[in-house]
């Protein structure tokens, strides 16, 4: 805390415009001591942090924190970072990201649903022929994740119609999905379906998940969509897949390596689409008053909202 009691926030938030984080904090929370990376103050007095891209060893001057927020959803980029050592780690939940998820995954499955490609490669080439797609209700899409972000996305999905099928880490109902779990479940859920969409946190049982073996239980023809992270994705066993045609199509919003470089043949390959890590945003309006409400329970001796589970990693 500062000298006058106040605790004390850091925005340590960097490829990220801080202003508009500044603003809401200093609407919501007057009496927090909000400071920028660029003019930190002692780092004995810094209480909280919210968190984006934080150089490595950039928060071991921070001994004394109570708790880092993330600012976006995924905590892979604190869990384990040496200069946090225990410092509690709070994951972003907000509708914002929600909200923006839903609208990216169901643009990117009825893109593949569509044909959106195949119409554009016609149209670069003056064709004029119709194709006539499945129904909704006749097309699977599997949703690999059911927490904050995908649960959201598997229900918008379903209510348009989709078969949807749902994969997580332990049994639980969702209305209008079908859910599996375990290594088994998984073997289940890829059985006939037609567009996949990644949406699991990134812990060392789930990385390298897309990967060859993967996309051959597939049907062929499949097209994947990953909003996880990127290193869910094994890349070369994607282009492998996408060459021979087991794989139709691939949406790409993230990447193992970002910005994805020049040189990288996702760029240019017809069937893949390319976003940069942009699926959804988060929204200082609505976010800032998380971690507000957050710091309260804190201070209050509570427990925050959403603590990550080291021995889950998220």
């Known amino acids: 805390m500062n000298t006058q009691g106040q605790a004390v926030l850091l925005l340590a938030c960097f490829g990220v415009d801080a202003e508009p984080w500044a603003r809401a904090f200093a609407t919501l929370a007057p009496d927090v001591d909000l400071r920028g990376a660029d003019a930190p103050g002692p780092p004995d007095e810094i209480d909280y942090v919210l968190a984006w891209n934080v150089p490595a060893g950039g ?8 708790a880092v927020f993330s600012l976006g959803a995924g905590v892979d980029g ?32 009825l893109r593949h649903h569509r044909d959106a ?8 080439r003056k064709l004029w022929i119709p194709h006539r797609p499945p129904l909704a209700q006749d097309r699977v899409v599997g949703v690999l994740g059911l927490g904050e972000l995908g649960g959201p996305c598997a229900s918008a999905l379903a209510g348009i119609g989709f078969q949807v099928r749902g994969w997580a880490r332990t049994p639980r109902s969702l209305p ?25 946190p990134l812990t060392p049982d789930t990385a390298g998940l897309l990967d ?17 992270r990127g290193a869910h994705l094994v890349e070369a066993d994607l282009l492998a897949a996408l060459d021979s ?13 970002e910005p994805l470089a020049a040189d990288h043949p996702f760029w240019t390959h017809p069937s893949v689409v390319v976003t940069p890590h942009a699926s959804a945003f988060t929204h200082p309006e609505s976010a800032a008053a998380k971690v507000v409400a957050d710091i309260r329970r804190i201070e209050a001796s509570r427990t925050p909202t959403h603590l990550v589970d080291r021995s889950r990693g998220y």
């Not at 928060?59 to 109570?66: D, H, N, V």
């Not at 410092?87 to 972003?92: H, I, S, W, Y």
């Not at 490609?117 to 670069?124: E, P, S």
Request: proline letters at 3%; glycine letters at 10%.
């Open 59 to 66: 928060l071991r001057a921070y001994a004394r924190l109570k």
């Open 78 to 109: 604190l869990v384990g970072r040496p200069d946090l050592g225990e410092t509690p780690v709070v994951r972003m939940v907000d509708e914002s990201l929600a909200q923006g998820m839903v609208e990216y995954v169901l643009m990117s499955v």
């Open 117 to 124: 490609a195949l119409y554009a490669r016609q149209q670069a």
């Open 176 to 200: 209008g999905v079908e859910v599996f779990w375990g290594a088994a479940g998984l073997s289940r859920l890829l059985q006939g379906c037609e567009i996949l969409v990644c949406l699991l």
């Open 212 to 228: 060859a073996d993967l996309f051959a239980r597939l049907p062929r023809g499949a097209c994947v969509i990953n909003v996880g």
């Open 245 to 257: 045609g087991q794989v139709a199509g691939a949406t790409l919003d993230v990447f193992d390596r």
